[in-house]
């Protein structure tokens, strides 16, 4: 690989934050899927590079120049219990310096055990390392913020798991993984400097604007706050679940992390949950919002001796800035939704507008991709076939359209850029798994990748695509250990 530039930040940071590692050496390395695209917007290129040597530099055989390979230390509140974890799968080598000036992580999961593996071999699987490079993919056509995925190389070697299943690194690249959990982490530690440097290191990073503030801790509390409101939001608009909120699994940075047990929600139901083991709901689709603040109330709480020289007030300060939440979510949302439907001014009734038509879906157990992109191609509202209750939404939201006075087609193309034709349905991502698992056939997940990659114009012939699965009730993710 041409045109790393390294420059390794995060070593400067007190020690307790992080441990020395190195990935271990692996059999037959072989690359499943290199991601070109990706590597040519980070200033990167494989040209005249051997299949071999990329397999080799993809899964820490042949480290990159300028790398420092480590091991970041986080804590996180899993199902709401506290634990001390650090990254036991995850190897940092270190922060690239891309052309256009941004400075991204560049990390391997599942490159062997460090310092912070516990009982785990700090290895991964194939399946859940493909399923995060499509997912995490496809988040970014989406336009959502999300960790990218640079490569997935499989290592000759098995895992065990509950069977034996063939081992693999995927190359993940990110704003940073500093998490809520690097925060509590560094809380505890009892060392103020320590967290003092975290935090300055993080404005710095990623809210550079508030570096001088006078307040500055108070407002990047608020600024993390709001970037997770848009995020949330973002995830609700496109009926993405994450499905492992824990706050180890929330990045400061405002990005999506760790792709274990997601999936998307085919017909709309508040109460989807896919994870094989959230088995009360807590990272339901309709609690997302909810988990999120609950999330950044844990971080703000190892804000709090900066916030303030007096614990009270502190807390105020946390409590207003936390309160804030909901308003900024909602607002996010709505302002979403109205462009879902393709409203450019807002109306007071539109929170109304947008909630009769979710009832609707709920009730009539209706796909909610599929609803928004019919409604915005034209092809809903006609059909004599649709329920009564369907047509006086579609007549009424008619009547609200009418008052925007712009020519449909227009407002057609509009909803279009707000609704994608394509999500990764769950069948499909399963069928893409399993031909490359069990067939070593990566086709299937190339031409998907390939549709999903334009989710808002997809290729035409790509019809199969937004067909939902014939039924998911049943459908169950595990997490990608
Ligand atoms: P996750 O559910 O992927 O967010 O992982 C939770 C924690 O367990 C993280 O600190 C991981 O680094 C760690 N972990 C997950 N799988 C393994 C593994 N196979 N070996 C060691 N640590 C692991
Ligand atoms: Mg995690």
Redesign the pocket.
Known sequence: MIGWRFDNSYLQLPEDLFASARPITVKEPRVSVLNNRLASELGLSSDGVSDDTLARIFSGQELPEGSQPIAQAYA?HQYGNFTM?GDGR?ILLGEHCTPAGQRVDIQFKGSGPTRFSRRGDGRAALGPMLREYIISEAMAALGIPTTRSLAVVTTGENVYRTSLLRGAVLTRVAASHI?VGTFEYAARLRNPDALRALADYTIARHYGELTDSPQKYVEFLRAVIARQAKLISQWQLVGFVHG?M?T??MAVSGET??Y?PCAFMNAYRPDTVFSSIDHQGRYAYGNQPAIAQWNLARFAETLLPLLSGGQDEAVEIATESLNAFVGEYQECWLTGMRQKLGLTTAEEGDPELVQSLLDWMQAAEADYTNTFRDLSEGTAGSNHSESHEFQEWHHRWMDRLSREELPIEQVRSAMCKANPAVIPRNHRVEEALAAAEEQDDLSVMHRLLNVLLSPYSPPANSGDYREPPADDNNYRTFCGT
């Open positions: 996180g974890l995850a998490r492992v824990n180890d699994n992390i760790d274990g």
